[in-house]
Every structure is written in C-alpha cells, then in structure tokens.
T-cell receptor, first 115, second 114 residues
C-alpha cells in the first residue's frame, strides 16, 4: 500500500509569490491534515480536511489556505510569501477524522525556501 | 489551551542501554490521547507509541514503553536496548477527541553512541 505522497519535495520561491503544495493520502483515507515545521516554532497545526470540508484550523493568517478534492487529495496554498514561511510542510492522512482514535500517517514533507 | 513541553533538547545513550525521554502536558480535558513520534534525518514522521488517557495501563511496543502519570500530566518514553537506528528527533504530541489537531512538544534529539 502506497504511503502519503507530497509534491513537490523541494521548492524555492521569492517573497511576494504564491505557492501550492499537494498531498495525496493513503488510499481509503478521507482525512488530511497539514503541519508547518520550523526550527523556531517547531511543529504547528495548519488545518484538517475531511470529506472536502475544513474541520479544524490552526492559528495562521489568511494567506494560508487549503482545500480537499473528492478523491481526498489535498492542496495548500500560501499567498504573498514571506521569508518566515520557509519551512518543512508536512501532510498527514487518516482513515476517519484525525485525532486520537485514528492514527495519522505522515508524508515526507515539502521543503519550501523563500528568498 | 493545551500545551506540550519537552524539557530535554538533547539526550545521548550508549548502544544497548536504556534511555528515558520526558514530556509534560497541560489540558483540562479528561479524554485525550498522547503520542511519541520519531523523526529521523529523512524527516519522515513515524508513530512510535500511543496512549489513551482513559487507559491506566502503560502502552508498550517492543523496546518502547511509556510511563503515563495522568494526575501529574507526565508522559515519558523509555527506549530499552537502544540501537543505532533509534537516533532521531523524538516528539511528544497531544490530541483530544474533537478533531485532528496534534499539539507537539519542541522535540528531543536523541543520539546513540556505538
């Protein structure tokens, strides 16, 4: 069974640009969550999608948005990039709504560098 | 708001020895879950062990076990017979029953000496 895949794996952008990251969950998984990992702030929850609906949102500005498609694949978008958006973006999928009962399986991440 | 604290930024252990990583958390919920995740240099997060708060019995997974002290809000990870492949960043995490949000601690970097 294929794991969670994220594309692209590495991305370099300049300030002010926008970026779209993609996440394909494990087959049969309907929940996708996104996390940002930086050396200073650690791992922070961005949002969770389940059946194409955003179920939970972290404390990030509106420049960060996401969506989920009917095949459970998810994308996240960051507009007007700032230097501080440089981070590893991790996606995780689970069978049902994530949380304690359903294990979250993580992808390898997308490393975003903003110059 | 829930918080997770790992007070040991770095730990070191000799191969085949035992090491314990500490984690404390704060929550007003009575039903929640606690996790230890491993993140090797590849950056792939891997679930090591999970504890359900309503279960008093400590979780174990092969060489990994936890000491869950609910009243003290403490959740430590013990790694027995440490192996070189255990070297990684270890994150303690919390989740309630309301949704998919995992709250992570700052991590403990574990090195294993041969």
């Amino acid at each position: 069974k294929a794991g969670v895949t994220q594309t692209p794996r590495y991305l370099i952008k300049t300030r002010g640009q926008q970026v779209t990251l993609s996440c394909s969950p494990i087959s049969g998984h309907r929940s996708v969550s996104w996390y940002q990992q930086t050396p200073g702030q650690g791992l922070q929850f961005l949002f969770e999608y389940f059946s194409e609906t955003q179920r939970n949102k972290g404390n990030f500005p509106g420049r960060f948005s996401g969506r989920q498609f009917s095949n459970s694949r998810s994308e996240m978008n960051v507009s007007t990039l700032e230097l501080g958006d440089s981070a590893l973006y991790l996606c995780a999928s689970s069978k049902g709504l994530a949380g304690g009962r359903n294990e979250q399986f993580f992808g390898p991440g997308t490393r975003l560098t903003v110059l | 708001a829930q918080t997770v604290t790992q007070s040991q930024p770095e730990m070191s252990v000799q191969e085949a020895e035992t090491v314990t990583l500490s984690c404390t958390y704060d929550t007003s919920e009575s039903d929640y879950y606690l996790f230890w995740y491993k993140q090797p240099p590849s950056r792939q997060m891997i679930l090591v062990i999970r504890q359900e708060a309503y279960k008093q019995q400590n979780a174990t997974e092969n060489r990994f076990s936890v000491n869950f002290q609910k009243a003290a809000k403490s959740f430590s990870l013990k790694i027995s017979d440490s192996q070189l492949g255990d070297a990684a960043m270890y994150f303690c995490a919390y989740s309630d029953n309301q949704g998919g949000k995992l709250i992570f601690g700052q991590g403990t970097e574990l090195s294993v000496k041969p």
